[in-house]
T-cell receptor
């Protein structure tokens, strides 16, 4: 079974600074990988996904993520954060070839300092 | 137009009651899901349905029974509610089934509080 680890429960970043949120996964083959964002009181919105091909994936809101097979990682990055980026970020993995739901990490809470 | 909608948004009830949460998607998707997000924000899949057929049933108590009257709806009925059922429940949908290449779209969530 697949699993996802987001080692940082909270991260505080100054507005305008760069951001990297870590995600490590465990899966026997190349997984499907996702990053979702959840703003306070809201549902989940897909930021980006990786299925195959180019390992650097561009998403919405200026986010990108890089799949590194050797490190079993799929870290999310943004060069300059905005106060509106404050939210909960979830990394998720989906198994290939099946109808399984997503397996989510426990989330990273992003705090933006003025 | 809302893609995946859930009602109600908030649900407060007493222990032992029976309640339902409704979910509808207008995306024409074939697969729908229910997830539970606990107080620590951990999201876990509960069920998935494809064309009204149950595909996934994780280790969820029998008190939880999903019902899919058509492929656009997946309702969640909960019997004999317990304190531990307090959580946010998310409905989601995706276009297809095989290969899991399709993005899941999530509803806004239903915050269930059991007193």
């Amino acid at each position: 079974a697949q699993s996802v680890t987001q080692p940082d429960i909270h991260i505080t970043v100054s507005e305008g600074a760069s951001l990297e949120l870590r995600c490590n996964y465990s899966y026997g083959a190349t997984p499907y990988l996702f990053w979702y964002v959840q703003s306070p009181g809201q549902g989940l919105q897909l930021l980006l996904k990786y299925f195959s091909g180019d390992t650097l994936v561009q998403g919405i809101k200026g986010f990108e993520a890089e799949f590194k097979r050797s490190q079993s990682s799929f870290n999310l990055r943004k060069p300059s954060v905005h106060w509106s980026d404050a939210a909960e970020y979830f990394c998720a993995v989906g198994a290939r070839g099946g109808a399984d739901g997503l397996t989510f990490g426990k989330g990273t809470h992003l705090i933006i300092q003025p | 137009d809302t893609a995946v909608s859930q009602t109600p948004k908030y649900l407060v009830t007493q222990m032992g009651n029976d309640k339902s949460i409704k979910c509808e998607q207008n995306l024409g998707h074939d697969t729908m899901y229910w997830y539970k997000q606990d107080s620590k924000k951990f999201l876990k899949i509960m069920f998935s349905y494809n064309n009204k057929e149950l595909i996934i049933n994780e280790t969820v108590p029998n008190r939880f029974s999903p019902k899919s009257p058509d492929k656009a709806h997946l309702n969640l009925h909960i019997n004999s509610l317990e304190l531990g059922d307090s959580a946010v429940y998310f409905c989601a949908s995706s276009r297809g089934l095989a290969g899991f290449t399709d993005t899941q779209y999530f509803g806004p969530g239903t915050r269930l509080t059991v007193l």
